[in-house]
């Protein structure tokens, strides 16, 4: 059989290569200058940042130093703040475990949100099959929760509370400063964990205006390389936490393990030109969201924004397409890398929990798609993408015979389904 | 999830799509299976048109991802020209094996396989007086 041909045909315009990378909440290209200045870390300055005794060693210390002071100058902190992780996972995991074990004795009870990550999530349950109690506050159907909220669920024996900076599906903006402060006016020994992932280097964020005590970063969200992330851990007034890995005692004994020095050196330059482009890239980005979104939703009807459209990443777009299964369109749109809050994309069969705890029905969950827009995204490349979008549902939705019924004025709450 | 050629095929060009309701068919030889749910992330809506004893005609609409699609889009074309009872009998492992499904998208044959059974028992609901 011959390669299938597409029924939809839309040219790429003259300098836009395919395919095209449009999901940079799961992770970025590394920028070619945080690559130039790794490179040295493979080659020459090889040495292990541990080694005290040998002009190796010197050079890597001194270049894992200069790149905490990078990263906690991106978040407001100081750069003896910085713990290095394997990457964000294992920095909310221990943020969250080591926390939890050690304050065991203050109180057994933590706060979170039912959108954060699963890498959040999954920690907190752990906690609970070995006897803490566990909050799972639910957010308004914008995605947002509130101070009063989380102060509400706050009780004597509340040691943490972890609420993310930025969703990674639908990039909505938790208020981090106003709830720090919120947390901090009821118990100043409660401990504030933000999981700030997305939101580092994209839109402001200052560990000292949200009264954070610990907060997580990863590289590869902002074009660094992927294997390194961090957690910040605030030293005034000194936060401790028990490690999860034991080993040689490096970073003052909170994270064990010889430094991955380029991958570090990676991060360093990463947050340094985040920083100093956050701004401007906000705004393009922004632009860039607005003309995707005007684009797609002028000429398709039944598209719904998930999520704030005002507290929100600005790079990010969730819509769900009424009546267009999301995987089917994620086949159409082969060219542009996008993700899907469909059930069929995940391996767990089930409709994106995000998108369930803002409220979105199972039956929109399916059809929804995140277009996470980034630092190399060009204008170009949107209109591409808009083109695409809009053809490929229109044409999937003559294919729906949810979207006929839907045309022939049938409510499909009325009509008896068949689950399986 | 890399899909097989077969499967690419009948998404991109996918056969029988569309509904008798428009074309003017009676609807005394018509039969229609309605299948999944919206919520569960597939629908499919198979109908035949039943002439002398034979499916002679079978057509598709699917809300579904690219397996569902294709699994109907399969299901019309063999369908055609079967009896009731040959059609009532294929499996949805039939399915599978022409396309070449993943265990994750079984579900989508076993849908198609329902729907085939629901539009053959429509048409004999219809029938039955």
């Avoid at chain 1, 541990?50 to 001194?62: D, L, M, P, V």
């Avoid at chain 1, 118990?187 to 964990?193: A, T």
Wanted: hydrophobic share 40%; with cysteine; net charge neutral.
């Amino acid at each position: 059989m011959s390669a299938a041909k597409s029924p939809i045909e839309v040219v790429a315009p003259e300098g836009v290569q395919l395919p095209i990378f449009m999901d940079n909440h799961s992770t970025t290209a590394v920028d070619l200058r945080v690559v130039h200045a790794m490179l040295p870390f493979f080659t020459n300055h090889y040495g292990n940042a541990a080694s005290r005794n040998h002009s190796f060693g010197w050079t890597a210390e001194a270049a894992v130093e200069n790149a905490r002071g990078q990263i906690a100058a991106l978040l407001g902190g100081d750069a003896k703040e910085i713990v290095f992780t394997s990457g964000a996972t294992e920095a909310n995991n221990l943020a969250i475990k080591g926390a939890a074990s050690f304050l065991k004795k203050q109180g057994n009870h933590i706060i979170t949100v039912e959108t954060e990550h699963k890498s959040v999530l999954d920690t907190c349950k752990r906690l609970q099959r070995e006897g803490f109690e566990v909050t799972y506050l639910p957010p308004a159907k914008d995605g947002l929760v509130t101070p009063e909220q989380i102060v509400a669920a706050m009780t004597d024996k509340t040691i943490l509370v972890s609420i993310m900076l930025a969703n990674n599906e639908v990039g909505v903006v938790q208020p981090v400063e106003a709830i720090g402060a919120a947390i901090k006016a009821r118990n100043p020994k409660c401990l504030f964990h933000t999981d700030a992932v997305q939101g580092a280097g994209k839109i402001p964020f200052d560990v000292e205006k949200a009264k954070v005590d610990l907060a997580s970063v990863t590289a590869h969200k902002m074009y660094g390389p992927k294997g390194i992330g961090a957690l910040w851990v605030r030293r005034k007034p000194r936060v401790r936490i028990d490690p999860i890995i034991d080993g040689g005692g490096h970073e003052r004994g909170m994270r064990s393990g010889t430094l991955p020095v380029p991958l570090i050196v990676g991060f360093g330059k990463a947050a340094e030109i985040a920083k100093a482009e956050m701004a401007d890239e906000a705004v393009r980005l922004e632009k860039l969201r607005t003309r995707l979104y005007k684009g797609i939703t002028s000429k398709l009807t039944e598209t719904y924004v998930n999520g704030s459209m005002e507290h929100r990443l600005p790079g990010n777009l969730n819509i769900s397409f009424a009546f267009v299964e999301g995987e089917s369109l994620l086949m159409a749109l082969k060219d542009v890398a996008v993700s899907s809050g469909s059930a069929c994309t995940s391996a767990s069969l089930e409709p994106s929990y995000v998108l369930r705890a803002l409220g979105v029905g199972e039956e929109l969950a399916h059809t929804s798609i995140r277009f996470g827009l980034g630092r190399f995204n060009t204008d170009a490349e949107v209109d591409y993408v808009i083109e695409l979008v809009v053809k490929s549902v229109e044409r999937l939705r003559t294919l729906s015979p949810l979207w006929e019924m839907h045309q022939d004025g049938i409510d499909l709450s009325t009509i008896q389904w068949t689950p399986h | 999830m890399a899909y097989s050629e077969k499967v690419l095929d009948h998404y991109e060009n996918p056969r029988n799509v569309g509904t008798f309701k428009t074309d003017n068919v009676d609807a005394d030889e018509v039969g229609t299976g309605l299948v999944g749910a919206p919520a569960c992330g597939d629908v499919m809506r198979l109908e035949i048109r039943v002439k002398d004893g034979l499916i002679a005609d079978a057509k598709f609409k699917t809300f579904g991802c690219g397996s569902a699609i294709a699994s109907s889009s399969l299901a019309t074309e063999m369908i055609k020209g079967m009896t009731l009872d040959q059609a009532a009998k294929i499996s949805n492992t039939m399915i599978v094996e022409e396309l070449n499904l993943p265990p994750v998208k079984i579900h989508c044959s076993v849908l198609a396989e329902d729907a085939i059974k629901a539009a053959i028992e429509d048409y004999k609901k219809k029938h039955a007086k």
